[in-house]
């Protein structure tokens, strides 16, 4: 109940008045928080390829094997980190206006007034340029991933976003471009069925963080963003059990399949650390109402995080002990 009038009272609450502008150098805190350091969690996916190449392209108990790798694979978390804080400030010029009907969003940077549009415009030119710049300096297809985030990126904010199921799938797809760009990064193959399990958790997310604004905004959900008007709880609970079950089944799949793991199947013992994770982030949504923002979920929540750490050392310990082929 407190929480429902909370939220009533949050979307009540009139616009928050735009204040003065401070100078250019005060605005350089507005302009780090208008980045979204928190969401850059999400770029962690350019180390899928490397964790899953264990004993291919690098063995662990070599650092001169790995060490090179996870330098590549770092420059280019940073380059998505710079191109995605872009796409941000690109995204909230945009909904400026929409983002001071929310109640948390509206205490963005832009949407406050703490930063300014000229400022937000040339930040995130200045970042996208370096961005795809390194990218090609790194290795030439990983640039053009790069180009293809920003592309899935960029006509997401100006069109996807309004298409109901397209805007979901957009956001989807973002997460395998990095997911792709990471293996590119290092030069290492991947099995398909990683970057479908990638597609599928994406979409699982992605569709509770629609469920979770709905709830949030209640009434005034079409008034932040038009095309929540297009769906229902109902219908994202549907949607949301088809990929979670999707979701686990892909990821069993890929852990007696893919070529490029232990032909004794010992990749299986992943997947109740994948079973918990689901099943955790289930009790989060509906138990507790969180949802809207995945990354702080994750980096919150101290059972997922313990969970998603010892999947990533289960899964290299099993590689490295079980060599595929």
Sequence with gaps: MEETRARSSALAAPPRPVAARPSLWRQLPALARGLRPRQWAKNGLVYLAFVFSAN????????????????????????????????????????????????RKRHRPLASGELSPALAVAAALILAAAALAGGFAIEWRFGLALVVYAVVATTYSLALKHLVVLDILAVAAGFVVRAVAGALAIDVPVSPWLYMVTVLGALFISIYKRR??????????????????????????????????????????????????????????????????????????????????????????????????????????????????
Aim: negative net charge; hydrophobic residues 50%.
């Design 56 to 103: 291919q392209a690098w063995r662990p108990a070599a650092p001169d094997t790995w060490l090179p790798l996870v330098g590549k694979d770092t420059l280019a978390f940073a380059l998505f980190c710079a191109l995605a804080g872009a796409e941000y400030l690109f995204n909230d010029l945009r909904d400026i206006e929409s983002d001071r009907l929310h109640p």
């Design 212 to 325: 979770h604004e709905l709830l949030l905004l209640e009434d005034g959900a079409a008034d932040h963003r038009p095309i929540l008007a297009e769906y229902t709880v109902p219908l994202l609970d549907q949607m949301g059990s088809i990929v979670t079950a999707s979701t686990v089944i892909a990821y069993a799949l890929y852990t007696f399949t893919a070529d490029n793991l232990p032909r004794n199947h010992a990749m299986m013992l992943t997947v109740p650390f994948v079973l918990y994770g689901v099943f955790r982030y289930l009790y989060l949504v509906y138990a507790r109402g969180e949802g809207g923002n995945p990354e702080e979920v994750l980096l919150r929540d101290i059972p997922l995080l313990i969970d998603v750490a010892l999947w990533l050392v289960a899964s290299v310990v099993l590689l490295a002990a079980y060599r595929s082929g």
